[in-house]
C-alpha cells in the first residue's frame, strides 16, 4: 500500500507541475495538449485511489485508520485539482476571447460614408414613450400645484378676513342676542375656521410630500416611480375636492 499511495503522491505532484504550465500556455492548441496530458495522469490518479481503497478495507485494525485518513487526503487533492483545471481553462479561455476581439477591432477597416443601421429594440422605444408621457404628466402636476397653491391662498384671505371680522363682533359687542347663544355662535364659527385651517394644512402638507416624491423620481430616472407618483397626485387631488 505505501508504495501505491508515494507512486499516486508523486503523479499528483506531478500534475501540480503541468497546471503552472497551463497557465502559460500562450493559445488554445497548447493548452488542449497540456489538458490533455493532465487528464490522462488523474485517470491513472482516480484508479490508484480506487484501488487504495480496496487496500485499505483488507488492513489490519490497527492500521485501518491512519491509511484511511492518508487515502481521503489524497482523494481531496484529486478533486481539487479537477476543480482548480476547469477554473484555469475558463479563464484561459476568456482571456483568449478578449485577445481576439482586441485583435479584430484593430484590424478591422472604416471607410467614409459607409451605411449604417441603427437598430432600436422595443424595450428603448417603451422607454421612450414612458418618458414623454412622464414629462406630459410633470406639466400637468406643476399646473394642478399652481392651481392648489392659489386656491389655498384664496381660501388662507378668506378665512382671515372671517376670523378678523368674528373678533372685531366680539370685542365691538355688536351681537345683541343672548350672551349664550352669543357664544354658541362663536364657538361655531371658531369651529368652522378650526376645520378649514387643517384641511389647508391637510392639502399643503398632501402637495409637499407629493412634489419630494416628485424630486426624488426625477433625481433617480425612474420612470415607473414618476408614473406612480403622479397618479397617486391625480387621485388625491380628486378625493380632496369632491
Not at 497551463?22 to 493532465?38: H, M, N, S, Y
Not at 485583435?103 to 422595443?122: G, K, M, V
Amino acid at each position: 500500500m505505501d508504495s501505491l499511495y508515494h507512486k499516486t503522491n508523486a503523479q499528483l505532484q506531478e500534475v501540480h507541475f503541468t497546471m503552472g504550465k497551463l497557465e502559460q500556455a500562450k493559445d488554445e492548441a497548447e493548452a488542449q495538449a497540456i489538458i490533455g496530458d493532465i487528464q490522462l495522469r488523474m485517470r491513472s490518479i482516480d484508479e490508484a485511489c480506487q484501488r487504495l481503497d480496496l487496500i485499505v478495507s483488507k488492513e489490519a485494525v490497527q492500521k485501518r485508520q491512519n491509511a484511511k485518513y492518508k487515502v481521503d487526503q489524497l482523494k481531496f487533492d484529486c478533486r481539487n485539482v479537477h476543480t482548480a483545471m476547469g477554473s484555469v481553462f475558463t479563464r484561459l479561455t476568456n482571456r483568449w476571447r478578449a485577445t481576439a476581439e482586441r485583435e479584430e477591432l484593430l484590424t478591422q477597416r472604416f471607410r467614409a460614408n459607409e451605411p449604417t443601421a441603427l437598430t432600436i429594440d422595443d424595450a428603448e422605444l417603451l422607454i421612450n414613450d414612458g418618458m414623454h408621457r412622464s414629462h406630459r404628466g410633470v406639466d400637468n402636476l406643476i399646473d394642478q400645484g399652481q392651481a392648489v397653491l392659489e386656491s389655498l391662498r384664496h381660501q388662507h384671505n378668506m378665512l382671515r378676513g372671517v376670523k378678523g371680522k368674528i373678533m372685531t363682533w366680539q370685542d365691538a359687542g355688536t351681537l345683541r342676542n343672548d350672551p349664550k347663544n352669543d357664544r354658541e355662535e362663536i364657538r361655531r364659527r371658531l369651529d368652522h375656521l378650526r376645520r378649514w385651517l387643517r384641511l389647508c394644512l391637510h392639502i399643503h402638507v398632501h402637495f409637499l410630500q407629493v412634489l419630494a416624491r416628485l424630486i426624488e423620481a426625477l433625481t433617480t430616472r425612474c420612470v415607473d416611480n414618476l408614473c406612480w407618483v403622479i397618479c397617486m397626485y391625480k387621485l388625491g387631488l380628486e378625493l380632496l375636492f369632491i
